[in-house]
């Protein structure tokens, strides 16, 4: 048979195999980044094989590599139509829907994604979904299976090791951000929880170096500031600008060292959050305060206000509780024309209640991160329950609202608040503050106030761990969750704690 005739009689090559060749260079110039390229091949393969589900899925990989999600959500769709076992299609739908429209959304992708042969990536991913829902031992358990399918994987030992770290298995955390960055030594989010793990376990000495990894990847250094960053350096005769980072709470608590660098001889500026100026404006050798976004004097050196610690060298030991705040006059003159009549009622006591960290929607993870630091207000009822104390609401926004809606007995005070002097003038006013972790617990102890802080079982690293007080407000007195989620202990806990005040104060 001649080779014409030969030829002829070959039967015609199938859609998939004449795809599949284009689909292997598309993940070849996919894993090297080459994304022009990749597009090219899937679009060549498609062409091919219209049917083809894997050529589908690299289409909407890429797109989300591109950064056009919603261009993505089409041919992820249809790759799992055509294969619901498709595992690249819901590993990436997953990612798509998590970080639109949060973790619950793409949580069922992901574990799809995540089956017993799944790449390492893969778990990884569902790790990190589970400790942002708060499922530490699923994150866990996610983490390990990344290890095993990878043992090399940096990103997998990271995960293992926060999720240990909110479980409060501290040594085994340690040792496992020390894996990751024994295999990555420059990964930034290792190196900055890492950094958490010691300074909540009281190890200031190598926590607050630690700490301004904070820079590389997690947070944005300021790059507007003509000045050199503080070094530490002499600072009499020179002007230092301070500069507020992350939250409110987080400004309160670091500018409590404003004050001595002024006693070092220096001329100190701080530029904070607007709704922190006439308060900060208390602070002691504070030269003057600046709102963002205002024109920058000349200055000599600048240190974002987390950076302090470390530059001042702080220990345990070095704390000095509080106060360090006060009300300003204005503030106070103005509740005293706002405070209700017969606020002292039968002589009992006046408790400020605040139960929810303000919401951070815009922060994508933050959510679920907010929400367990907050308390569903149906089970505050033993609290408020408490005979002999009239309860005041400090809360703002949505949820000061959802309390009027539920007709919870509180004395809304918040009316004419218009920052957090006007805050200040209210605290200073009440016999103690029962709050979650947000600002206002801060407030309270920097102005020395009585606090008792409800702390979610994987609190805040500044709140150290096993201690029921605080080196950082002589003020406050801590009550932990005993086991995640566990609100109803706490608040049992408390309403015990205030009954017995109360009966102590009456008999007395």
Not at 166 to 191: K, V
Not at 456 to 478: H, I, K, N, Q, V
């Amino acid at each position: 048979m001649g080779a014409r005739a030969a030829s002829l009689s070959r039967p015609e090559a199938s859609p998939r195999a004449r795809a599949a060749p284009h689909l292997r260079r598309a993940e070849a110039a996919f894993a090297a980044q080459s994304l022009p390229e990749a597009l090219a091949e899937t679009r060549a393969a498609l062409a091919h094989d219209p049917a083809q589900a894997a050529a589908h899925a690299m289409f909407g990989r890429i797109a989300l590599a591109l950064g056009q999600g919603e261009l993505a959500l089409a041919p992820l769709h249809k790759a799992l139509t055509l294969d619901p076992d498709c595992t690249p299609a819901s590993h990436a739908l997953g990612r798509l829907l998590q970080d639109r429209d949060g973790v619950e959304a793409g949580l069922p992708w992901l574990e799809r994604a995540a089956r017993q042969d799944a790449p390492s990536r893969h778990h990884a991913d569902l790790s990190c979904a589970y400790a942002g829902l708060g499922r530490f031992a699923d994150a866990i358990a996610a983490a390990e299976a990344a290890v095993r399918a990878d043992p090399e994987c940096a990103i997998a030992w990271t995960n293992r090791a926060y999720a240990l770290a909110q479980l409060g298995r501290t040594s085994e955390a340690l040792a496992a951000y020390d894996e990751a960055l024994a295999l990555q030594p420059e990964h930034a989010i290792a190196q900055y929880g890492r950094a958490c793990v010691l300074l909540r376990a009281g190890d200031y000495e190598r926590g607050w170096p630690a700490y301004e990894w904070r820079w590389r990847g997690r947070q944005e250094p300021r790059r507007d500031i003509a000045a050199p960053p503080w070094a530490g350096e002499t600072l009499a005769g020179r002007t230092i600008l301070l500069h507020g980072e992350q939250g409110l709470g987080d400004v309160v608590m670091f500018a409590r060292f404003a004050p001595q660098l002024a006693r070092r001889g220096a001329r100190v500026i701080v530029q904070a959050y607007p709704h922190l100026l006439r308060l900060l404006g208390t602070l002691e050798g504070v030269a003057a305060l600046l709102p963002p976004g205002t024109a920058l004097p000349p200055v000599d050196c600048h240190a974002p206000l987390g950076s302090l610690p470390h530059l001042l060298g702080v220990r345990l030991e070095s704390l000095s509780g509080a106060p360090y705040l006060s009300v300003p006059d204005e503030a106070a003159r103005a509740w005293q024309t706002l405070r209700p009549a017969g606020w002292r009622r039968d002589g009992g006591l006046v408790v400020g209640l605040a139960w929810a960290g303000a919401a951070r929607d815009h922060r994508g993870a933050a959510s679920p991160f907010d929400a367990r630091r907050s308390i569903p207000p149906g089970l505050l009822a033993p609290l408020l329950g408490t005979p002999g104390v009239r309860f005041v609401c400090l809360q703002a926004g949505e949820a000061r609202d959802a309390a009027r809606r539920a007709g919870l007995p509180l004395l809304d005070v918040m009316e004419g608040v218009r920052d957090f002097a006007d805050t200040a003038a209210r605290l200073a006013d009440i016999d103690l503050l029962i709050t979650v972790d947000t600002a206002i617990a801060h407030v309270a102890g920097a102005l020395g106030r009585p606090v008792w802080l409800l702390s979610r079982f994987d609190g805040c690293w500044r709140w150290l761990e096993g201690r029921e007080d605080s080196p950082w407000y002589s003020s406050a007195r801590l009550f932990r969750q005993p086991a995640p989620g566990d609100w109803k202990s706490v608040i049992d806990t408390v309403a015990g704690e205030l009954a017995g005040a109360i009966g102590t104060a009456a008999g007395g």
